[in-house]
């Protein structure tokens, strides 16, 4: 019967889940066929239930031949990623290039880069193709993505989100800031990727059934000592400040009293 196990790529957190037939430990080191073609992954997890979806398989364990190659590909794409920083400089492109990588047979190089703008770097792939004798891809990457390839920390003083579980990343809005009557401050919303927090979705659909059941902020309310106008909603805990009869005083919109 196929187990499932958690595999992390280049001592990352983020774990990515594939199955074997095979009685696999945890930091065994396994080959797995991605779309970038064979890499070297080390398990991380060991599931005791299935996972509800299609799951590809674990090749092989990794022989000792196969880790010295891996080791060898960080250094060589290491360098290869200052080379390109060089020679993009030299053709004066516009871009960040963020990280490079090869796959475990070294029939790909893969640069990941940021720009603001779209970048033609046909001449700087011919550079690099003819230094290393292998396919070369060039890949634009948004902030968001730039943040879950290289990790880091996040406000919560949490590693981040996009590198530990998410698997995609979805459109966050200001909307949902609102929603949870945050201040609109970018220091505040915003992750270190420079984009708004993507854990401001987590409970978004929550904060809006909540509000319902809330008063705006400048409605007039009834309450058993007479009217008195929302100042301010605290809609995790359903309670806010009201003005009544000239003061500003606690309420609790659940009690009503």
Known sequence: MSKVYGVVFNELNKKYYYESDEDLALDTLVIVNTERGL?????AEVLDKKIEEDLDKIERVATD???DDYLNNLKDADRALKKCIEF???LELDMNVVNAQFNLDRSQLLFNFTADARVDFRELAK???SIYH????LRQIGARDKAKEIGGIGVCGG??????????????SMNMAKNQN?????SKINGVCGRLLCCLAYEDEAYIEAVKKLPKVGEKIKTKKGEAEVVSVDIINHRGKIMLNGEKVDYDFESQE
Do not use: G, S
Not at 39 to 43: H, I, S
Not at 163 to 172: G, N, S, V
Not at 182 to 186: C, E, F, I, Q
């Open 127 to 129: 550079r690099l193709a």
């Open 65 to 67: 031949e196969e880790y």
């Open 134 to 137: 292998t396919r070369i891809e």
């Open 159 to 172: 590693e981040l989100c996009c590198l530990r579980f998410l698997k995609r990343i979805d459109t966050i």
């Open 88 to 90: 993009a400089k030299e």
């Open 39 to 43: 890499q070297l992954v080390k398990v």
């Open 182 to 186: 945050l201040a609109l401050n970018p």
